[in-house]
């Protein structure tokens, strides 16, 4: 008795150490989720994962036990018996048949929690089949809500696919079991198969028939959505077709029908026990499917619908239409005609100086490459991504750039990469960087409006309380961050100050894991397979623990069901940092629905439901539901109550930095091309296809051309829309025809509040050839005065980069811009050198933007664009020009602080007045028109 109690508690330490990393990953997960306040979240999920296990367990065990008991009662196992004889002593026989009922008892519950694993990972498909909500919209074949497919048929499909294996499993072993005993001789003269046999063996197929007519059923549903491999278009229509609609669904009834009555003739054959009903049976439902299944519904589609298809499939194509555009929230675009003024005249730029001065000169992938070069201050910041936003700084409404500047474990020397270094000190980013859109510097580097390090305002006036930053650290950021500790004995490394010195801190957040005790300290070393966290003298009691740093790794782990924006972005709002992430509800199974490709997912159904806000320093995860109508979000709002907020709870100053998503633009933008013909005629013949314009990007070297052609990318803009008086945050595309380069169409869509999400497609009339952006790249190309300066700008050795070409719409008309940067042999840094404008009737190329559009508009008609490229590249906006007596008083001032430079030695400021002087006279030349 003593040594089997050593060998059970053997045992227990043997499993105890087996499992001890899972049991340190499952305590530190929910250490996790209930610092950030979402054990609520956590607890859901793992309670319906263990029911919905707990339940696939037990209903296999009664499938498979039932019947693999049954077969041992009526046959026994004297095969097996007789073999162990043979083989065994016969103390260990018969002790092994005392057991034999314990034993296929404990294989059979293996067996089934291995089923139930696998069933309680589909604990999301159970819980949104119970907090089912309508969408209020019927299919037009079935007329069943579209909640039945969303919510319901991934659960009955669910339930049919283990209920066959179940059945499946059940067979088998019982034909095992029955095998084992003498009920089944297949090796004698005469086979044998006993009476009861048969008609345990025919209840089983006549329940797997039954389960089979089920199948029957939820593939009638699939006919709405099917598309076969990889979402493979099989006929003229997304969804079900003629063929479909009048051969297959007839099929799929007939064969359910056929499966009803071979369950109930295979459960007479169990009184009946004949052989030959049960091959009847399988002949006549194999038969009938490859007949009717397969063959008709070719001979039909080949020979009916392909003579006769755009006739037959119509009333099929406009629900394709409609269902299509639903499903990706087409159906409310607003449609208006843009018709195109000819010719830019002064009066349009100077009514929309304000469009023009928030016109982004500065493209992302060049502005980020300046950034990298002059503010990462230090080799181990990096700035991950340039995004767009806007603020209202000191009473204006403009477009920014900004970036944060976090910290890149990558670029740490191998000196600095040691464990107190990596996870004790190097903690934290710090800060952002701010540029105006429209503006460089008179080197052509881009303007700051924030900078260094600790971020200051760099603008002009005093400092924006709107952009004031008081905790600048970024724990929580884009890139891929490790654990850290924090609130240790070793300082943390907060920011760079001077030659070699830098500045400490002590994280004084309420986020993280608090790791004093032994135990907690135990569990994290188990977890992270790190020893030193059990072992370092540097924590306290009041030590934290750091970790899911990365911001998309972090929100997933909280919301796995919903999809995330590749694009997140930093907000600058009391005082601290945070950032936004765009998050959508999705699904395959919307009926009708052309299916697209994202993320490694194929929907069909897509909605911007949630924005997600998280603190750059406490790591706080937020979700906003902005999209209360999307019947997704809300039975995933029934679900986890406490995950989800309103928008109306979601602090003011977020909700000013609320941008529609690039990608969910894209998207959209994609099937509209398409799916704007909503006539099935010209759906069918492909009359009036889009395509998304393309321009060319790049840049020309020495080596050769490395610029591309490629698909304009959806850009934020600030315009005024036709008919309207306010300026607007929008993010827009141009479209062209299929195989065509002139412009047809932009769509754009609203980012402000209250109009969030309304998207408005603005069509040009059919009559006006309206120039797209690949035909004003062959015009910069082609131009007289623009080609040499590319040539020779190249010839000297500098790399000549073409921005993105900007489409933007004012008061029906359009002007077209693109910003041209160089990069010297022996620099990194991009600068921007000039800026070509076009219209429909001309190109012109200046040193900054206002210099180009006064070449645009023909006011300096006789200036050719010679000027050498060290002059100065402020980019400002055109306003009206100032009178003569304005610029006289202003020269006269220039004048007083020069002279008083001079008195006072200060040669450099003496430098920057004469400079002004020069200006002022030149503005002075041009507004009384005295010419050179």
């Given at each position: 008795?003593?040594?089997?109690?050593?060998?059970?508690?053997?045992?227990?330490?043997?499993?105890?150490?087996?499992?001890?990393?899972?049991?340190?990953?499952?305590?530190?997960?929910?250490?996790?989720?209930?610092?950030?306040?979402?054990?609520?979240?956590?607890l859901?999920?793992?309670?319906?994962?263990?029911?919905?296990g707990?339940?696939?367990?037990?209903?296999?065990?009664l499938i498979?036990?039932?019947?693999?008991?049954?077969?041992?009662?009526?046959?026994?196992?004297?095969?097996?018996?007789?073999?162990?004889?043979?083989?065994?002593?016969?103390?260990?026989?018969?002790?092994?048949?005392?057991?034999m009922?314990?034993?296929?008892?404990l294989?059979?519950?293996?067996?089934?929690?291995?089923?139930?694993?696998?069933?309680?990972?589909?604990?999301?498909?159970?819980?949104?089949?119970?907090?089912?909500?309508?969408?209020?919209?019927?299919?037009?074949?079935?007329?069943?809500?579209?909640?039945?497919?969303?919510?319901?048929?991934?659960?009955?499909?669910?339930?049919?696919?283990?209920?066959l294996?179940?059945?499946?499993?059940?067979?088998a072993?019982?034909?095992?079991?029955?095998?084992?005993?003498?009920?089944?001789?297949?090796?004698?003269?005469?086979?044998?198969?006993?009476?009861?046999?048969?008609?345990?063996?025919?209840?089983l197929l006549?329940?797997?028939?039954?389960?089979?007519?089920?199948?029957?059923?939820?593939?009638?549903?699939?006919?709405?959505?099917?598309?076969?491999?990889?979402?493979?278009?099989?006929?003229?229509?997304?969804?079900?077709?003629?063929?479909?609609?009048?051969?297959?669904?007839p099929?799929l009834?007939?064969?359910?029908?056929?499966?009803?009555?071979?369950?109930?003739?295979?459960?007479?054959?169990?009184?009946?026990?004949?052989?030959?009903?049960?091959?009847?049976?399988?002949?006549?439902?194999?038969?009938?499917?490859?007949?009717?299944?397969?063959?008709?519904?070719?001979?039909?589609?080949?020979?009916?619908?392909?003579?006769?298809?755009?006739?037959?499939?119509?009333?099929?194509i406009?629900?394709n239409?409609?269902?299509?555009?639903?499903?990706?929230?087409?159906d409310?675009?607003?449609?208006?005609e843009?018709?195109?003024?000819?010719?830019?005249g002064r009066?349009?730029?100077?009514?929309n100086w304000?469009?023009?001065?928030?016109?982004?000169?500065?493209?992302?992938?060049?502005?980020?490459q300046?950034?990298?070069?002059?503010?990462?201050?230090?080799?181990?910041?990096?700035?991950?991504?340039v995004?767009?936003?806007?603020?209202?700084?000191?009473?204006?409404?403009q477009?920014?750039t900004?970036?944060?500047?976090?910290?890149?474990?990558?670029?740490?020397?191998?000196?600095?990469?040691?464990?107190?270094?990596?996870?004790?000190?190097?903690?934290?980013?710090?800060?952002?960087?701010?540029?105006p859109?429209?503006?460089?510097?008179?080197?052509?580097?881009?303007?700051?409006?924030?900078?260094?390090?600790?971020?200051?305002?760099?603008?002009?006036?005093?400092?924006?309380?709107?952009?004031?930053?008081?905790?600048?650290?970024?724990y929580?950021?884009?890139?891929?961050?490790?654990?850290v500790?924090?609130?240790?004995?070793?300082?943390?490394?907060?920011?760079?100050?001077?030659?070699e010195?830098?500045?400490?801190?002590?994280?004084?957040?309420?986020?993280?894991?608090?790791?004093?005790?032994?135990?907690r300290?135990?569990?994290?070393?188990?977890?992270?397979?790190?020893?030193?966290?059990?072992?370092?003298?540097?924590?306290?009691?009041?030590?934290?623990?750091l970790?899911?740093?990365?911001?998309?790794?972090?929100?997933?782990?909280?919301?796995p069901?919903?999809?995330?924006?590749?694009d997140?972005?930093?907000?600058?709002?009391?005082?601290?940092?945070?950032?936004?992430?765009?998050?959508?509800?999705?699904?395959?199974?919307?009926?009708?629905?052309?299916?697209i490709?994202?993320?490694?997912?194929?929907?069909?159904?897509?909605?911007?439901?949630?924005?997600?806000?998280?603190?750059?320093?406490?790591?706080d995860?937020?979700?906003?539901?902005?999209?209360?109508?999307?019947?997704l979000?809300?039975?995933?709002?029934?679900?986890?109550p406490?995950l989800?907020?309103?928008?109306?709870?979601?602090?003011?100053?977020?909700?000013?930095?609320?941008?529609y998503?690039?990608?969910?633009?894209?998207?959209?933008a994609?099937?509209?091309c398409?799916?704007?013909?909503?006539?099935?005629?010209?759906?069918?013949?492909?009359?009036?296809?889009?395509?998304?314009?393309?321009?060319?990007?790049?840049?020309?070297?020495?080596?050769?051309?490395t610029?591309?052609?490629?698909?304009?990318?959806?850009?934020?803009v600030?315009i005024?829309?036709?008919?309207?008086?306010?300026?607007?945050?929008?993010l827009?595309?141009?479209?062209?025809?299929?195989k065509k380069?002139?412009?047809?169409?932009?769509?754009?869509?609203h980012?402000d509040?209250?109009?969030?999400?309304?998207?408005?497609?603005?069509?040009?009339?059919?009559?006006q050839?309206?120039?797209?952006?690949?035909?004003?790249?062959?015009?910069i190309?082609?131009?007289?005065?623009?080609?040499?300066?590319?040539?020779?700008?190249?010839?000297?050795?500098?790399?000549?980069?073409?921005?993105?070409?900007?489409?933007?719409?004012?008061?029906?008309?359009?002007?077209?811009?693109?910003?041209?940067?160089?990069?010297?042999?022996?620099?990194?840094?991009?600068?921007?050198?000039?800026?070509?404008?076009?219209?429909?009737?001309?190109?012109?190329m200046?040193?900054?933007?206002?210099?180009?559009?006064?070449?645009?508009?023909?006011?300096?008609?006789?200036?050719?664009?010679?000027?050498?490229?060290?002059?100065?590249?402020?980019?400002e906006?055109?306003?009206?020009?100032?009178?003569?007596a304005?610029?006289?008083?202003?020269?006269?001032?220039?004048f007083?602080?020069l002279?008083?430079?001079?008195?006072?030695g200060?040669?450099?400021?003496?430098?920057?007045?004469?400079?002004?002087?020069?200006?002022?006279?030149?503005?002075?030349?041009?507004?009384?028109?005295?010419?050179?």
């Amino acid at each position: 008795m003593l040594r089997l109690r050593i060998y059970v508690l053997l045992a227990l330490i043997v499993l105890l150490a087996l499992s001890a990393k899972h049991i340190a990953y499952f305590y530190t997960e929910y250490l996790w989720f209930k610092s950030i306040g979402y054990s609520s979240v956590f607890l859901t999920r793992l309670l319906s994962q263990f029911a919905v296990g707990f339940a696939v367990w037990l209903l296999f065990i009664l499938i498979v036990g039932s019947n693999v008991f049954i077969a041992y009662k009526l046959a026994g196992i004297y095969r097996l018996r007789q073999w162990l004889r043979q083989t065994f002593h016969t103390v260990a026989v018969n002790w092994f048949e005392r057991v034999m009922a314990l034993i296929l008892f404990l294989a059979i519950c293996f067996i089934g929690f291995s089923v139930a694993l696998a069933g309680a990972r589909h604990w999301e498909t159970v819980l949104k089949f119970v907090y089912a909500v309508p969408f209020n919209l019927k299919d037009p074949i079935l007329h069943h809500d579209v909640s039945v497919y969303i919510f319901k048929l991934p659960f009955y499909n669910l339930l049919y696919k283990f209920i066959l294996l179940a059945l499946i499993v059940a067979l088998a072993s019982t034909v095992l079991m029955y095998l084992a005993s003498t009920a089944v001789d297949i090796m004698a003269h005469r086979r044998y198969i006993a009476p009861y046999v048969r008609g345990h063996i025919s209840c089983l197929l006549s329940a797997l028939l039954l389960a089979k007519a089920f199948g029957y059923r939820l593939d009638m549903f699939k006919l709405l959505f099917d598309y076969g491999a990889a979402g493979v278009m099989r006929t003229a229509v997304w969804g079900a077709s003629y063929t479909d609609v009048y051969v297959r669904l007839p099929v799929l009834y007939m064969m359910m029908l056929l499966a009803i009555v071979g369950a109930i003739l295979l459960l007479l054959n169990a009184y009946w026990r004949a052989l030959r009903v049960i091959v009847f049976t399988a002949v006549l439902l194999f038969g009938a499917s490859f007949i009717a299944g397969v063959v008709l519904p070719g001979l039909v589609q080949n020979f009916i619908v392909k003579p006769n298809e755009l006739l037959i499939e119509r009333k099929f194509i406009s629900h394709n239409i409609e269902f299509t555009l639903k499903a990706y929230g087409l159906d409310n675009v607003i449609t208006k005609e843009y018709p195109v003024k000819e010719g830019i005249g002064r009066e349009l730029i100077e009514a929309n100086w304000d469009t023009l001065s928030n016109v982004r000169l500065w493209d992302y992938r060049p502005l980020k490459q300046a950034y990298d070069q002059l503010q990462e201050i230090r080799f181990y910041y990096d700035f991950n991504d340039v995004d767009v936003d806007r603020y209202r700084i000191n009473g204006k409404y403009q477009q920014v750039t900004i970036a944060a500047r976090e910290l890149n474990y990558n670029l740490l020397p191998p000196g600095a990469k040691r464990w107190v270094s990596m996870k004790l000190q190097y903690t934290h980013g710090y800060g952002v960087c701010m540029s105006p859109v429209s503006y460089a510097e008179h080197n052509g580097l881009p303007k700051f409006y924030i900078k260094d390090i600790p971020p200051r305002w760099a603008g002009e006036g005093d400092d924006p309380k709107e952009l004031e930053i008081k905790r600048p650290e970024i724990y929580f950021g884009e890139l891929e961050l490790p654990y850290v500790i924090v609130r240790t004995k070793q300082p943390e490394f907060d920011y760079p100050k001077g030659a070699e010195g830098f500045e400490t801190c002590k994280y004084a957040g309420k986020g993280g894991v608090n790791v004093g005790s032994l135990l907690r300290r135990l569990m994290f070393a188990l977890r992270f397979n790190d020893i030193n966290i059990l072992l370092s003298r540097s924590l306290t009691k009041e030590s934290v623990i750091l970790y899911y740093r990365q911001i998309g790794e972090r929100v997933k782990r909280i919301a796995p069901f919903l999809l995330y924006d590749s694009d997140p972005y930093i907000v600058i709002a009391y005082g601290r940092l945070f950032w936004i992430i765009d998050a959508y509800t999705h699904s395959p199974l919307f009926p009708y629905s052309e299916p697209i490709e994202y993320k490694g997912n194929y929907l069909n159904y897509i909605r911007n439901s949630v924005k997600v806000v998280v603190d750059a320093y406490n790591g706080d995860v937020r979700f906003y539901i902005v999209d209360p109508k999307d019947p997704l979000i809300r039975v995933y709002s029934a679900i986890f109550p406490r995950l989800f907020k309103q928008l109306s709870d979601m602090p003011s100053k977020f909700r000013e930095h609320i941008r529609y998503p690039v990608d969910l633009f894209w998207v959209q933008a994609n099937i509209y091309c398409k799916y704007h013909m909503t006539m099935p005629e010209q759906f069918y013949n492909r009359e009036d296809e889009w395509e998304i314009a393309y321009e060319l990007f790049g840049a020309s070297t020495q080596q050769g051309m490395t610029m591309k052609k490629q698909r304009v990318e959806p850009y934020y803009v600030m315009i005024r829309l036709p008919g309207e008086d306010e300026l607007k945050f929008m993010l827009m595309l141009p479209f062209t025809p299929v195989k065509k380069d002139n412009m047809i169409a932009w769509m754009a869509a609203h980012c402000d509040m209250p109009l969030y999400g309304t998207i408005v497609v603005f069509r040009f009339p059919r009559a006006q050839l309206i120039q797209g952006p690949m035909q004003i790249e062959a015009r910069i190309d082609q131009d007289p005065q623009i080609s040499p300066y590319l040539s020779l700008w190249q010839q000297r050795g500098s790399d000549v980069i073409r921005g993105n070409l900007l489409v933007i719409p004012m008061d029906h008309a359009l002007i077209y811009i693109e910003p041209l940067y160089l990069r010297a042999e022996q620099s990194e840094i991009p600068q921007l050198a000039r800026v070509i404008i076009a219209s429909q009737e001309k190109v012109a190329m200046g040193e900054n933007l206002t210099d180009a559009i006064e070449k645009l508009i023909g006011t300096k008609g006789s200036r050719e664009t010679t000027v050498a490229f060290s002059k100065a590249q402020t980019v400002e906006p055109l306003r009206p020009k100032p009178d003569a007596a304005e610029l006289v008083k202003k020269l006269s001032d220039e004048f007083e602080a020069l002279s008083r430079s001079v008195k006072e030695g200060k040669w450099a400021e003496f430098g920057q007045r004469l400079e002004n002087m020069g200006n002022l006279i030149r503005q002075l030349k041009e507004s009384m028109e005295i010419k050179e």
